[in-house]
């Protein structure tokens, strides 16, 4: 088992910045491959960007792509979003999540740990 926390959410206004921190504990992180989804109110939970073991790969949804860079550093088990130029449609609470696999997949339903999730409000 692994247990995650995100960090690093707040309020900001539509063109600001912000990076998300999701740290890990339990099992090995490396042998894991992570990814980053979101839930805004009323929606249903999002696929937002993924990482491979390595690190090497990486993955995003259209909505994001150009605009988010997920990274992960393994001597401080840690995956982090980098959110730039974000607008209001980002509002939305952020999970971080594990999937036990090399490989990472779109699917909410491939991820086997989750996060606690930690509040983007974007602000128009």
């Known amino acids: 088992q692994v247990q995650l926390v995100e960090s690093g959410g707040g309020l900001v206004q539509a063109g600001d910045s912000l990076r998300l921190s999701c740290a890990a504990s339990g099992r090995s992180f490396s042998n894991y491959a992570m990814a980053w989804f979101r839930q805004a109110p009323g929606k249903e939970r999002e696929f937002v960007a993924a990482i491979s073991v390595s690190g090497g790969r990486t993955d995003y949804a259209d909505s994001v792509t150009g605009r988010f860079t997920i990274s992960k550093d393994n001597a401080k088990n840690t995956v982090y979003l980098q959110m730039n130029t974000l607008k209001p449609e980002d509002t939305a609470v952020y999970y971080c999540?594990?999937?036990?696999?090399?490989?990472?997949?779109?699917?909410?339903?491939?991820?086997?740990?989750w996060g606690q999730g930690t509040q983007v409000f974007v602000s128009s």
């Open positions: 999540a594990a999937r036990s696999s090399r490989y990472f997949r779109p699917e909410v339903g491939s991820y086997d740990y």
